[in-house]
């Protein structure tokens, strides 16, 4: 899952830059109005793209879900104050 948001996230990144570039480099010696509708909407892109990217999965694991090892997770509950430690 993480290389699907990750290619989904380059590949938005990619279309904001080619709005960008073809906004000022071509689109703006027929109309300057539009060149600028362009760049808005490039503009928007980048936050949705890290939102995107940055999303959890119903299949991600969480930072406070158990990981199947035992010492791993008792050692972490220990860190998080959940557990004492063992006497």
């Known amino acids: 899952m993480y290389a699907r948001r990750r290619h989904v996230y380059f590949a938005m990144m990619g279309l904001c830059l080619g709005l960008f ?3 000022w480099a ?3 010696l027929w ?3 539009v060149a600028v509708g ?3 909407v490039a503009m928007v892109i980048p936050p949705v793209a890290a939102i995107v990217a940055n999303r959890r999965g119903p299949e ?16 972490w509950d220990e860190l998080d104050g ?3 430690p063992p006497s």
């Open 38 to 40: 362009m760049c808005v």
């Open 60 to 75: 991600d694991r969480w930072w406070d879900d158990p990981s199947g090892d035992p010492q791993s997770d008792t050692w």
């Open 21 to 23: 570039v073809l906004a």
């Open 82 to 84: 959940k557990r004492r």
């Open 26 to 28: 071509v689109v703006r």
């Open 31 to 33: 109309s300057v109005p």
